[in-house]
């Protein structure tokens, strides 16, 4: 333990003592990958630390986003909002169902437009990774794999010959849509991810590769998710293993609160793999990386943007959720944060009336019930485009990022002389440090989820060098850490012009170079408000201690050139709640009584199995009145609806928009999609399957709330079935 108890939830001030090492030496030969130059000369390669754009250590911000689950009409603009979030790459999943539900007859048109999608992706200046499948998941039925393929009898995910038969032409199609927009054309799509989540021998990965090669796919980065553990070993630069954290998932058989090891993610480590992601396929498993893992930079593609809810596991998500685990993964290694997802959607309509989510009655992917069209994913940008808290948190790190992050790439990982013993060790601050052995930045991360970590009284660093370099104490004046504080700090930052940052207790999100010999770094506050942001700069042998604040939030010193260099603490980006409005809403009837719920036997570890379409006769109902006149197609007009009950769906006329497994949050949906169908006159539908006591109380529970609060007081009734407030707003 660091340190004595003080009061309630307080510690004392204790060492925090690091010992920091010259980085490792850098691989860069051994890599199999694509034509790494463009027609215009610019070049894209990898080593061990990071990937190199022209020559220059890259460290870029990757966004999921999923072309097929979104109008095409929106891309646009949403794709301009990931961008302007600070993300440089876009990765998207090809669905084979969404593509060829049925044998032969393939749709590419509308919201299935792959090709359209890269073009208006790289109008919005970002790449493009196309993550190929075949078997994708993503929560799509069979995880991608049309009925007709497992029809067929084949082996899938093998390398049985009639398998791959089958996969041929779906390269192929792919690899006709991306044509002349690869890297190598002066396109976008600088990389290609081969299957997902795969656990067999490395030689069927490889089989992909070649298939992806021969269909031309010749791009600089081919991928893979480095988890689980392949079957045989992958010869060393085929493939590179991206990697991911999730802070809690949907996937889980357990109706408790962070099960296995999700408080890992919270913990800094150099340890790469993750055993939480998708352990109902993959089971309980310890987490061990490859023997060649550090040969390999550390990128990421899954780090969970927010989380589903499935129909047994109602996840509600917290925007320091994914922040925490994010900075974690930064100060653990990684150079890039991709995310899964960044930008919700909705599952597109079927070609045969079949339904496209994954679902524990399908043949194949059939461990859990997700919703039929709901995939909002609590992300940055919602199944709207609505933007949440964490878009404004994750655009800082990436500004972090974009500012520093060639020099981060350059720094190894080295974790605290006294660290978290484990699950239960909520007392011992959890920090560490990247660096090059002279510079770096301090990672700090006191927050869990589901957990109540203890203000941190007093806390100063002492950051012991090599090679005889003086050790680094800051900050000067100790500093209090309340619970939940995130922070990333510098030390011995050149800010160029022979002024040097020798410590500051902000994060450094910007720099800009002036005509008029002025040179601006702007820095984001990460202590409370009320608390001093403390920044040393060193001139020569002086270094001047200078204190920012709400009334002082810029310090300039001229160095020895003329040039005048400035240090801006910028004010912290505040969200102003939109105006609402309520809406009228007339009861059609009562809910029957709830269902049973049954469990599914698909699985060894049943969980219950969601309502199916006949079940919503048994809703209650209402319908929404919406002012004459109103102009739905008004593009920020938010329909949210403040419920209680078991399942909602959302209906215009007979036309089914929308569903939500409850989690104690509001559906939200976009008027603006679907003003030419409210422009019928067709009434706004909604309803809501009760929910039982017995399914969240009891002995036996068959529904896990991850919020405690979101467990509706029943009042001694058997379930319950309400919609308490419709408002319409002005947020998206």
């Given at each position: 333990?660091?340190?004595?108890?003080?009061?309630?939830?307080?510690?004392?001030?204790?060492?925090?003592?690091?010992?920091?090492?010259?980085?490792?030496?850098?691989?860069?030969?051994?890599?199999?990958?694509?034509?790494?130059?463009?027609?215009?000369?610019?070049?894209?390669?990898?080593?061990?630390?990071?990937?190199?754009?022209?020559?220059?250590?890259?460290?870029?911000?990757?966004?999921?986003?999923?072309?097929?689950?979104?109008?095409?009409?929106?891309?646009?603009?949403?794709?301009?909002?990931?961008?302007?979030?600070?993300?440089?790459?876009?990765?998207?999943?090809?669905?084979?169902?969404?593509?060829?539900?049925?044998?032969?007859?393939?749709?590419?048109?509308?919201?299935?437009?792959?090709?359209?999608?890269?073009?208006?992706?790289?109008?919005?200046?970002?790449?493009?990774?196309?993550?190929?499948?075949?078997?994708?998941?993503?929560?799509?039925?069979?995880?991608?794999?049309?009925?007709?393929?497992?029809?067929?009898?084949?082996?899938?995910?093998?390398?049985?010959?009639?398998?791959?038969?089958?996969?041929?032409?779906?390269?192929?199609?792919?690899?006709?849509?991306?044509?002349?927009?690869?890297?190598?054309?002066?396109?976008?799509?600088?990389?290609?991810?081969?299957?997902?989540?795969?656990?067999?021998?490395?030689?069927?990965?490889?089989?992909?590769?070649?298939?992806?090669?021969?269909?031309?796919?010749?791009?600089?980065?081919?991928?893979?998710?480095?988890?689980?553990?392949?079957?045989?070993?992958?010869?060393?630069?085929?493939?590179?293993?991206?990697?991911?954290?999730?802070?809690?998932?949907?996937?889980d058989r357990e109706l408790t609160s962070m099960p296995g090891r999700y408080w890992s993610g919270f913990h800094f480590s150099t340890l790469r793999v993750d055993a939480n992601i998708a352990n109902e396929a993959l089971g309980r498993r310890d987490a061990q990386d490859p023997p060649d893992i550090a040969d390999y930079p550390y990128l990421t593609c899954e780090i969970g943007g927010g989380m589903m809810s499935s129909y047994h596991r109602r996840i509600r998500m917290?925007?320091?959720?994914?922040?925490?685990?994010?900075?974690?993964?930064?100060?653990?290694?990684?150079?890039?944060?991709?995310?899964?997802?960044?930008?919700?959607?909705?599952?597109?309509?079927?070609?045969?009336?079949?339904?496209?989510?994954?679902?524990?009655?399908?043949?194949?992917?059939?461990?859990?019930?997700?919703?039929?069209?709901?995939?909002?994913?609590?992300?940055?940008?919602?199944?709207?485009?609505?933007?949440?808290?964490?878009?404004?948190?994750?655009?800082?790190?990436?500004?972090?990022?974009?500012?520093?992050?060639?020099?981060?790439?350059?720094?190894?990982?080295?974790l605290p002389d006294e660290r978290p013993a484990g699950a239960e060790d909520h007392e011992t601050l959890r920090w560490a440090v990247r660096s090059d052995g002279h510079s770096g930045f301090v990672f700090i991360n006191n927050y869990e989820r589901g957990a109540t970590l203890p203000d941190h009284a007093g806390v100063q660093f002492t950051l012991a060098r090599p090679d005889g370099l003086a050790p680094v104490t800051f900050p000067t004046r100790p500093v209090d850490?309340?619970?939940?504080?995130?922070?990333?700090?510098?030390?011995?930052?050149?800010?160029?012009?022979?002024?040097?940052?020798?410590?500051?207790?902000?994060?450094?999100?910007?720099?800009?170079?002036?005509?008029?010999?002025?040179?601006?770094?702007?820095?984001?506050?990460?202590?409370?408000?009320?608390?001093?942001?403390?920044?040393?700069?060193?001139?020569?042998?002086?270094?001047?201690?200078?204190?920012?604040?709400?009334?002082?939030?810029?310090?300039?010193?001229?160095?020895?050139?003329?040039?005048?260099?400035?240090?801006?603490?910028?004010?912290?980006?505040?969200?102003?709640?939109?105006?609402?409005?309520?809406?009228?809403?007339?009861?059609?009837?009562?809910?029957?009584?709830?269902?049973?719920?049954?469990?599914?036997?698909?699985?060894?570890?049943?969980?219950?199995?969601?309502?199916?379409?006949?079940?919503?006769?048994?809703?209650?109902?209402?319908?929404?009145?919406?002012?004459?006149?109103?102009?739905?197609?008004?593009?920020?007009?938010?329909?949210?609806?403040?419920?209680?009950?078991?399942?909602?769906?959302?209906?215009?006329?007979?036309?089914?928009?929308?569903?939500d497994y409850y989690n104690g949050r509001p559906l939200e949906i976009g008027l603006a999609r679907h003003a030419d169908l409210i422009a019928t006159g067709a009434p706004l539908r909604v309803l809501i399957l009760p929910l039982r006591r017995d399914a969240v109380q009891g002995d036996q529970p068959k529904i896990f709330f991850s919020d405690p609060s979101a467990v509706p007081d029943f009042a001694g009734a058997e379930a319950i079935a309400q919609l308490n407030i419709?408002?319409?707003?002005?947020?998206?």
């Amino acid at each position: 333990m660091s340190g004595l108890i003080l009061g309630s939830g307080v510690h004392a001030a204790a060492a925090h003592t690091i010992t920091l090492a010259p980085p490792a030496a850098t691989r860069t030969e051994g890599f199999h990958l694509g034509t790494a130059t463009a027609p215009d000369g610019s070049t894209l390669t990898v080593d061990s630390r990071s990937l190199i754009l022209n020559g220059h250590r890259w460290t870029p911000a990757m966004g999921e986003f999923h072309f097929s689950r979104y109008p095409a009409d929106e891309w646009a603009g949403e794709l301009k909002k990931m961008k302007a979030g600070g993300i440089d790459i876009v990765a998207t999943y090809v669905f084979w169902i969404h593509h060829e539900e049925v044998r032969d007859q393939w749709d590419w048109r509308g919201q299935r437009d792959l090709r359209r999608f890269i073009q208006t992706a790289a109008e919005a200046g970002l790449k493009v990774i196309v993550r190929l499948g075949p078997w994708c998941h993503g929560e799509v039925r069979d995880g991608g794999i049309p009925d007709w393929v497992l029809e067929s009898g084949v082996k899938v995910r093998s390398d049985d010959p009639a398998y791959l038969a089958l996969v041929k032409p779906l390269y192929a199609q792919i690899a006709a849509q991306t044509e002349g927009l690869l890297w190598k054309d002066g396109g976008p799509v600088v990389g290609v991810q081969l299957e997902n989540e795969y656990r067999g021998p490395a030689e069927h990965l490889l089989t992909l590769k070649h298939l992806a090669r021969d269909a031309g796919f010749d791009v600089p980065l081919y991928t893979r998710t480095g988890w689980p553990e392949l079957s045989t070993p992958m010869p060393f630069g085929e493939i590179l293993p991206l990697y991911g954290v999730y802070a809690e998932g949907f996937w889980d058989r357990e109706l408790t609160s962070m099960p296995g090891r999700y408080w890992s993610g919270f913990h800094f480590s150099t340890l790469r793999v993750d055993a939480n992601i998708a352990n109902e396929a993959l089971g309980r498993r310890d987490a061990q990386d490859p023997p060649d893992i550090a040969d390999y930079p550390y990128l990421t593609c899954e780090i969970g943007g927010g989380m589903m809810s499935s129909y047994h596991r109602r996840i509600r998500m917290e925007p320091a959720d994914v922040l925490a685990t994010t900075l974690v993964k930064l100060g653990s290694g990684s150079v890039s944060p991709g995310y899964y997802m960044y930008h919700g959607g909705t599952n597109p309509d079927s070609a045969t009336g079949i339904t496209l989510m994954e679902e524990q009655a399908t043949a194949m992917t059939n461990w859990n019930d997700m919703p039929v069209k709901n995939y909002d994913f609590q992300a940055p940008l919602g199944q709207y485009g609505q933007i949440r808290p964490h878009y404004y948190g994750l655009r800082d790190l990436h500004r972090f990022l974009a500012t520093v992050g060639d020099r981060i790439a350059e720094m190894d990982t080295a974790l605290p002389d006294e660290r978290p013993a484990g699950a239960e060790d909520h007392e011992t601050l959890r920090w560490a440090v990247r660096s090059d052995g002279h510079s770096g930045f301090v990672f700090i991360n006191n927050y869990e989820r589901g957990a109540t970590l203890p203000d941190h009284a007093g806390v100063q660093f002492t950051l012991a060098r090599p090679d005889g370099l003086a050790p680094v104490t800051f900050p000067t004046r100790p500093v209090d850490l309340p619970s939940g504080a995130q922070a990333i700090w510098p030390f011995e930052l050149d800010l160029g012009h022979g002024v040097t940052l020798a410590w500051a207790t902000a994060m450094p999100v910007g720099v800009q170079t002036f005509d008029e010999g002025v040179v601006q770094w702007t820095f984001a506050r990460t202590l409370p408000a009320e608390a001093d942001t403390d920044v040393a700069i060193r001139r020569g042998d002086r270094v001047s201690l200078h204190h920012l604040n709400q009334d002082v939030t810029a310090v300039e010193v001229m160095a020895d050139d003329g040039t005048l260099i400035r240090l801006r603490l910028r004010a912290p980006t505040t969200i102003t709640p939109a105006s609402s409005t309520a809406l009228a809403v007339a009861s059609v009837r009562s809910a029957a009584p709830a269902r049973e719920i049954s469990l599914s036997a698909v699985q060894a570890q049943a969980v219950a199995t969601a309502p199916a379409d006949d079940d919503f006769a048994q809703a209650a109902e209402w319908i929404i009145g919406l002012a004459p006149g109103f102009d739905a197609a008004q593009p920020h007009a938010l329909l949210r609806l403040d419920y209680v009950g078991d399942v909602a769906r959302f209906y215009i006329g007979d036309t089914f928009i929308t569903d939500d497994y409850y989690n104690g949050r509001p559906l939200e949906i976009g008027l603006a999609r679907h003003a030419d169908l409210i422009a019928t006159g067709a009434p706004l539908r909604v309803l809501i399957l009760p929910l039982r006591r017995d399914a969240v109380q009891g002995d036996q529970p068959k529904i896990f709330f991850s919020d405690p609060s979101a467990v509706p007081d029943f009042a001694g009734a058997e379930a319950i079935a309400q919609l308490n407030i419709v408002d319409l707003d002005a947020s998206l």
